[in-house]
């Protein structure tokens, strides 16, 4: 038994794995993942088996569970994924933006939309010169260099008419819109990110009410701008969240955006249907758990790899599909052709993420990338320089790189000679001092008078004081005294400034008012 015992008491020993740490934003990996699948299987189902009514009970009982109930039988569940897709740019892009600046996210954003676009827009034309016939929208598709410039530029939707060889490529037109109004309001978006929404609305709103007068590109234009409230959306989700505006601006501005939305289905601006507002709706409703969710999902390398190929799916479905259907139908069933072209169209999608999108996002990345400065070199530290050997009477040279400095010895000074001690005044008769320097009487001293003896003033005889040597070194330099602040006078009082007949006579003393006597006291002597 305890045999047994000690194998469950190592494992409940072992310290259980920590999770592994995101690094991407899972809910938004998963957004895009299922988008791309859902517009897949909508351009499967709606454009060729539904559109050449081809016998597929299968897709018809999924739509009966899906498109049907949601309102969205002309173009299919799909039509979720479109406005998810402009959410994520909203959330995503404009932090990027921020970050890298107007230059390097231009040119970043540059990178990222046309190179996989060229490879498109280069196979189309090679299956149009080859007759293939790769699916069309119904509008003419004139091949010459000027239409395969205009296509791969995304600038085709804006000129009247327009000429479509990529059908799927209409979004992309409305993602080059919004980089370019959002390059446009970033200094202000810096610094007032209530104001460069605020802005962004007033613009969609001008452009949508004024499509019909400006001609048919100008309203082409204002087409594709009714689609930008779903990206500010997203913007407005993403300055909330991170505090960039208060809650209730961010309600403001995401019931204006969402008004102009259903704005562009109230004077049919290019809806085809009457869904595109429901679609929004639900994009918003799934956006938001998605978000809420983000912390209890696990980050899986197959929604990773499904988000990273999106836009290589969401580009080249429609085009492999359509031209392998037409080969395989109707000598092959259906289902059996199913399952030849969905690995067929993957397969050229990982083509493309392999060859043409992942080599363009590094270079995108390599471009805009702002190069960090080099790290200081580690200082080592100087020895400390040795002291010149200093030699009496003789200057010394130091050397230095930016100048030459002399450093000349000290030289002792001269010795200072003693001070003499100033005599004191002896005093006279009477105990006066005498005047203007004149001599004392009887100041030479008697013969009979011992030395050392000076003559008192009453004709007595006292021993001199003898002269005491200190043991203070006179020629040594005195110390240095720091300077005392002089002393300020304290003032008179208020009630007694500026009365100067009162500050003198309040200086006075009562021995200053008796008269003078100079030799009136005599002392007589013993």
């Known amino acids: 038994m305890s045999t047994l015992a000690e194998p469950n008491s190592a494992a409940l020993a072992e310290p259980s794995p920590a999770p592994a740490k995101k690094t991407r934003i899972v809910f938004i990996d998963i957004g895009r993942g299922l988008g791309a699948l859902l517009v897949f299987y909508s351009h499967i189902a709606h454009p060729w088996v539904i559109a050449k009514n081809d016998k597929a009970p299968y897709?018809?009982?999924?739509?009966?569970l899906t498109s049907d109930p949601m309102h969205m039988s002309k173009q299919g569940i799909g039509q979720i994924?479109?406005?998810?897709?402009f959410l994520v740019s909203g959330f995503v892009v404009t932090p990027i933006a921020l970050r890298q600046g107007t230059g390097r996210f231009a040119l970043n954003r540059f990178i990222r939309v046309y190179a996989p676009m060229l490879f498109v827009v280069a196979l189309t034309a090679f299956l149009l010169l080859v007759n293939l016939h790769p699916p069309s929208t119904g509008q003419p598709q004139t091949l010459n260099p000027l239409t395969v410039f205009t296509n791969t530029a995304l600038v085709n939707y804006l000129i009247y008419p327009q000429i479509v060889l990529v059908p799927v490529a209409w979004t992309m037109i409305v993602e080059v819109i919004f980089y370019l109004l959002l390059m446009a309001v970033l200094p202000l978006l810096r610094r007032w990110v209530w104001l460069a929404i605020a802005i962004?609305?007033?613009?969609?709103f001008v452009v949508m009410m004024s499509r019909s007068q400006l001609g048919p590109s100008w309203s082409l234009f204002a087409v594709n701008v009714s689609y930008l409230p779903a990206m500010v959306i997203g913007q407005v989700i993403w300055a909330t969240t991170k505090k960039q505006i208060p809650l209730w601006t961010g309600a403001l501005y995401g019931g204006c955006a969402w008004s102009l939305y259903v704005l562009a289905d109230v004077i049919n601006v290019g809806r085809v249907d009457s869904s595109y507002n429901l679609a929004l709706a639900f994009a918003v409703a799934c956006f938001l758990m998605g978000m809420f969710a983000e912390d209890r999902l696990k980050q899986r390398k197959i929604w990773t790899?499904?988000?990273?190929?999106?836009?290589?799916?969401?580009?080249?479905?429609?085009?492999?599909?359509?031209?392998?259907?037409?080969l395989l139908r109707p000598a092959v069933p259906?289902?059996?052709?199913?399952?030849?072209?969905?690995?067929?169209?993957f397969g050229v999608v990982e083509l493309s993420y392999r060859f043409v999108e992942r080599p363009s996002h590094s270079l995108a990345r390599r471009l805009s990338h702002r190069p960090k400065p080099p790290p200081p070199a580690p200082e080592t530290p100087e020895p400390p320089p040795e002291p010149p050997v200093e030699t009496p009477g003789e200057t010394t040279q130091l050397v230095d790189d930016a100048e030459v400095?002399?450093?000349?010895?000290r030289i002792p000074a001269e010795p200072v000679p003693p001070r003499r001690p100033v005599p004191r005044p002896r005093p006279v008769q009477n105990g006066r001092m005498p005047r203007n320097g004149a001599p004392p009487p009887n100041d030479t001293p008697r013969a009979d008078q011992p030395r050392g003896m000076a003559p008192r003033a009453n004709g007595g005889a006292h021993r001199?004081?003898?002269?005491?040597?200190?043991g203070v070194d006179r020629t040594a330099e005195p110390p240095v005294r720091r300077a005392m602040p002089p002393r300020r006078r304290p003032?008179?009082?208020?009630?007694?400034?500026?009365q100067p007949d009162q500050e003198n006579q309040a200086q006075r003393g009562d021995q200053d008012d008796l008269p003078r006597h100079r030799n009136s006291f005599r002392h007589t002597p013993r």
């Open 405 to 409: 400095t002399l450093e000349i010895p």
């Open 464 to 470: 001199a004081r003898p002269v005491v040597e200190s």
């Open 491 to 498: 003032s008179a009082p208020p009630e007694l400034r500026y």
């Open 81 to 85: 994924a479109v406005p998810f897709f």
């Open 59 to 64: 897709v018809d009982f999924i739509e009966a």
């Open 305 to 326: 790899m499904l988000s990273e190929r999106s836009y290589s799916i969401y580009l080249l479905h429609m085009l492999v599909t359509f031209v392998l259907l037409q």
């Open 334 to 345: 259906l289902p059996i052709a199913l399952l030849i072209v969905i690995p067929a169209v």
């Open 200 to 204: 962004e609305l007033t613009f969609i």
